[in-house]
């Protein structure tokens, strides 16, 4: 459903600047997304088949994969048509096709002569189930309170996390011990040394000893002083695992201490693991304890706040484990990108994801473009080996990157030319972000000279979640800017993440991701079970999943069409907090389409009883319009303008609210209720102005909303008659409408929401007195202006009052008021009355009155409690909030009504 309101929100933007006639192009395409897809395809070939990629081979793997992408990408390309896309089909890009799998090969060789790119073995993340390093952004961090049981991928029990575990290392030729503590006590087989405060009195006579590893035979860990220590936490002694721990790994190289990796790839102990070589992390985790304990080196264990680095991808404890990897290095990349940003280069909307971006490169670190995975681009680098020699250091003297083999070959032998050697391919793949990050120019044609990157780059606006600022948007501005030379957009807007309707993170992994195509289509509650069972969900998440669907889809969803889904999404964006997604509000949209449908069926139904209606030939005053047209042409003129300044700002919301508004409250409800006794009473000229004037409000209403609801309107706008010299095919660029002074008339429209002010007072008080059938009304008017007014559109007012039969008297300002009459105040210059004298018990209309006043009274309070409480201000959503305080609005004016009823019935008593 993300990139759902993603692609609403880029085609919204797409179509309005086409129709506005400017160049546009939205350029379709994917990125292969390594770590993600590969991570997925492997979970279900175990699931079908109980097999590993090892299993398969790296060859066949890849192409598995490669048939999941043509098959995931076909429907991913068909959910975005079906939801409207007007991308430039021709030109979409794969970032692993032929063109950019060569643009990325260029930019990692111009990076590699440039020293930008090195190759280091320092610790990285590491996913122990997909076997591959992760870099900061692709690691989750789990907050902990305490001990707390989790689930680790690959383990049939929970394990426990969120405690430290005191024990004791023995002195080497001494009886005595030196206290030390972890949370990740399994590690302690990787330790190389103990670390003191140089003037800790406790520890001073230790140093320059060494303590003795109770499982390692042979191993001694030397006691070093650093004032890194804190002698006030814990024992004041820390022992050091430069291998597996980043602080550790600085005083390792600190102290030159030995660096023990003691894990394997995957998630075992390896050889340097002694007795415990061949078991799994986690189940060690328990046996060490129990050993430590049969040793009387075991202390205690507590509860301890803690962080567990969790992969983003397969959920599994993200280990600090020694690689040697390709690294880029940002500090000369970051400094222009930041300059960027806060030169207003690069405007990123809203300001909170701003201020997250800059946040982010302030503390950027070198970027770890490796991944040990099959699927993505292998890295076009080669490693030399001597002829003779049994192992090649990974030493960055040792590697020649080359665009083809023979252009790395060719720096191998210039660099080494009386040796004899062969060249290895890295086997390797990169970061997938490596290659997003040249998304902007190389699907322009980048590195080439072409023609669209002379006309179409820079690109305009960037529409994304975010939640990618640091994965994506970050790095296509600074690898922008480094390849050439300017930014790659002037405009990033984010927008807000969509979450379920309890307010959690949509997720595969959690089952209650919604398919835009099912809020299309439609679809039956057991068909949304049944779609759980075919992805790779755990039995126990089916089982949570499916009970969120029986309480959040009870009937199924209802087809909504893409519409009205993409008019929600857009209504929903405010860009500030995140989206609770509510079906019910899709289907209160479809319901607008609708009545955009039996508008425009009533409009042309009207202008097939005058015979050769022809629209004129441009939308203009002829001097012969009623009220009612100057007031609907002045809001035509407003909508116009309003939803053009919203769009411009980016304020979506409020251009959806627009468009609705024009459409629901202006157009429907009041001009085309009041076009029917215009066409059914008017003399010909006047019927011939009300047709023209349905004409162009309503070709205007398809076309403003034109980019919000592409189907419906393109639909009806094609069976609207042309205006002569109109030759335009498609709604998809007829021109956007635009202000027009001609349409100003604030006169009218004050003196017709007169009109509508009595109308809405006749319909209040005929619906609150039950006196539809023979009601009888009176409007008071204080000024000549607004008598005049009243007078003169008497007939309208009735019309839009509602079908029933009434006697409405229009009184002067001289008059008195009219006796045994409740009153509905339209203005200070206008009331209507209804005679209610000999139809109500007054002290049972008192009696009403008051206690529904009470209630309202009480449900106001209950209301601003509610919207000015503190825990509702920090987490419910903005557009949530909006609509909180828009019902109290409401209250408050229900209680005002009730309060002025009441006056007047006792009042009315007193007569």
């Known amino acids: 459903m993300g990139h759902a309101l993603g692609n609403s929100l880029q085609d919204l933007m797409i179509r309005y600047n086409r129709q506005k006639g400017k160049t546009t192009l939205w350029l379709p395409g994917c990125d292969h997304a390594g770590i993600a897809t590969q991570s997925v395809v492997e979970k279900a070939l175990w699931k079908k088949k109980q097999q590993t990629r090892h299993d398969l081979g790296r060859t066949q793997f890849v192409k598995l994969v490669q048939e999941w992408k043509e098959d995931y990408h076909q429907k991913i390309n068909n959910a975005i048509r079906k939801m409207g896309g007007s991308l ?7 970032t692993m096709d032929e063109h950019f799998s060569a643009a990325v090969s260029d930019v990692f060789v111009r990076f590699h002569e440039e020293g930008i790119i090195y190759r280091a073995n320092r610790l990285v993340n590491w996913d122990s189930t997909l076997t591959t390093a992760l870099s900061n952004v692709e690691v989750d961090s789990k907050e902990l309170s305490g001990r707390t049981l989790l689930d680790v991928p690959g383990y049939d029990r929970k394990v426990e996390f969120g405690v430290i575990v005191h024990f004791k290392y023995p002195i080497e030729n001494s009886e005595e011990t030196i206290e030390v503590a972890t949370t990740r006590i399994e590690t302690m087989l990787g330790d190389s040394g103990i670390a003191v405060h140089p003037e800790d009195p406790r520890y001073t006579h230790l140093l320059g000893k060494f303590a003795v590893h109770p499982f390692i035979e042979g191993r001694r860990l030397p006691i070093v002083a650093d004032t890194y220590v804190d002698r006030e936490f814990g024992t004041g002694a820390v022992k050091l695992t430069p291998a597996h721990d980043p602080n550790d790994f600085k005083l390792g190289m600190t102290h030159k201490l030995e660096f023990i990796n003691v894990l394997t790839d995957d998630g075992l102990i390896n050889e340097n693991g002694g007795a415990y070589q061949g078991q799994k992390r986690f189940d060690v985790r328990y046996t060490i304890q129990d050993d430590l304990k049969k040793l009387g080196l075991y202390v205690d264990k507590k509860d301890n706040p803690m962080t567990v680095p969790l992969s983003e991808r397969t959920k599994d404890v993200v280990e600090p484990l020694m690689k040697p990897q390709w690294w880029v290095k940002m500090a000369d990349l970051t400094e222009p990108a930041v300059k960027a940003v806060q030169t207003g280069q690069i405007k990123i909307k809203p300001e909170s994801a701003e201020k997250h971006y800059l946040q982010w490169m302030a503390n950027i670190n070198d970027w770890c473009i490796s991944r040990q995975l099959w699927w993505g681009h292998q890295c076009p680098v080669y490693r030399i080996h001597f002829e003779g020699e049994e192992e090649s250091p990974d030493t960055n003297d ?48 980048w590195p080439k000279d072409t023609p669209d990157m002379s006309r179409l780059f820079p690109t305009s606006v960037l529409e994304t979640g975010w939640d990618i600022i640091p994965f994506w948007v970050a790095r296509m501005i600074f690898l922008g800017i480094k390849l050439t030379g300017q930014v790659p957009f002037s405009e990033v807007f984010c927008h807000s993440l969509i979450r379920d309707s309890d307010g959690r993170k949509m997720s595969k992994s959690l089952g209650n991701v919604v ?20 992805g790779n969900l755990a039995p126990v998440e089916v089982k949570k999943a499916t009970s969120y669907q029986k309480t959040a889809f009870p009937q199924g969803i209802p087809e909504c069409g893409a519409d ?153 706008w094609q069976r609207l008659p042309r205006r002569s010299g109109d030759e335009t095919k498609s709604i998809i660029v007829a021109k956007y409408p635009e202000w027009d002074p001609q349409f100003e008339n604030p006169e009218a429209e004050a003196a017709y929401d007169i009109v509508l002010g009595c109308s809405k007072g006749v319909r209040s008080l005929v619906a609150e007195y039950a006196a539809k059938d023979e009601a009888k009304i009176f409007i008071q008017a204080y000024d000549a202006a607004s008598h005049k007014t009243v007078s003169e559109q008497k007939s309208s007012i009735r019309s839009l009052s509602g079908k029933g039969t009434m006697e409405i008297e229009i009184l002067s300002p001289k008059d008195t008021r009219p006796t045994g009459c409740v009153a509905f105040p339209v203005s200070s210059a206008v009331s209507v009355f209804i005679y209610v004298k000999d139809r109500v018990d007054f002290d049972e209309e008192i009696a009403k009155a008051t206690k529904k006043l009470e209630k309202t009274r009480a449900a106001v309070q209950k209301q601003h409690k509610l919207i000015h409480d503190p825990v509702y201000l920090e987490k419910a959503a903005v557009a949530t909030q909006n609509v909180e305080k828009q019902k109290l609005a409401d209250l408050e004016t229900e209680a005002n009504g009730l309060e002025t009823t009441l006056e007047q019935f006792r009042q009315l008593k007193l007569e």
Not at 89 to 94: G, K, L, N, P, Q
């Open 88 to 94: 430039d089909w021709s030109r979409e890009a794969f």
């Open 398 to 445: 040792r590697w020649f990157a080359g665009r083809t083999e023979e252009e790395a070959l060719a720096k191998a032998k210039k660099a080494w030319p009386d040796k004899k050697f062969k060249l290895v391919r890295d086997e390797d793949v990169l970061d997938t972000w490596f290659s997003s990050g040249l998304w902007p120019f190389a699907t322009l044609g």
């Open 515 to 534: 398919d835009p195509l099912d809020v299309i289509r439609g679809i039956e509650l057991q068909a949304l079970h049944d779609k759980l069972l075919t």
């Open 564 to 716: 009205a889904l993409r008019f929600a999404l857009i209504a929903y964006t405010t860009g500030g907090g995140d989206i609770n997604f509510e079906v019910k509000v899709i289907h209160l949209y479809r319901r607008f389409c609708n009545k955009i449908w039996n508008a425009c069926k009533y409009v042309l139904g009207k202008l097939d009883t005058v015979k050769d209606f022809v629209p004129a030939k441009q939308p203009a005053l002829t001097g012969n319009e009623s009220l009612s047209e100057l007031w609907i042409l002045r809001k035509m003129n407003n909508a116009a303008k309003e939803i053009t300044e919203a769009l411009e700002q980016r304020d979506f919301m409020h251009s959806a609210n627009h468009v609705y508004a024009y459409w629901y409250f202006q157009l429907c409800d009041v001009f085309i209720e009041n076009s029917k006794a215009l066409i059914q009473e008017g003399s010909e000229a006047q019927v011939n102005s009300a047709l023209q004037t349905l004409y162009t409000v309503l070709e205007a209403a398809l076309v403003l909303s034109h980019p919000f609801l592409p189907f419906i309107t393109e639909e009806l």
